[in-house]
């Protein structure tokens, strides 16, 4: 059985992080209007709307943690326009060492991400993290 459209395009998201590629996020993956939702009290914490502030957010992400910030998805549920991704997170900074499930909630139009939700296990985890 072959996987959902919006399936595919968050995977393919995920390819790209994975791979340091931006540039494909910028042209192919993400919508002009995309907004991210980042929860927490931390640093980071906020609305990121359009494609420059989301590649800013993910730009000063990788470089916090020394480009070692990774997301392994696990499984998908997807019902229509929403695509659920249960994903493992890892990353390093100095001493200082990540290790979290979570789910990011996709809305996926026209084969592109318009809106990302991040809800972490442990959100203090995240922002003492990047404090």
Known sequence: MSEHP????????????????????????????VVFHVPGRGA???D???????????????ELSGNTMGYEPESFLVDGDR???????RGERGDRR?????????????????????YPYDPYLFDEFSA
């Open 6 to 33: 919006n399936v595919l395009v968050v995977r393919e998201t995920y390819d790209a992080l994975a791979k340091g590629n931006l540039d494909d996020l910028r042209g192919s993956l993400l919508a002009d209007d």
């Open 44 to 46: 980071l914490a906020g």
């Open 48 to 62: 990121y709307r359009g494609k420059d502030e989301v590649l800013n957010y993910l730009t000063r992400l990788g």
């Open 83 to 89: 695509v659920a991704a249960m994903v493992r997170v």
């Open 98 to 118: 990540l290790e979290d499930h979570g789910v990011h909630m996709f809305r996926v139009s026209d084969g592109k991400i318009t809106e990302r939700w991040s």
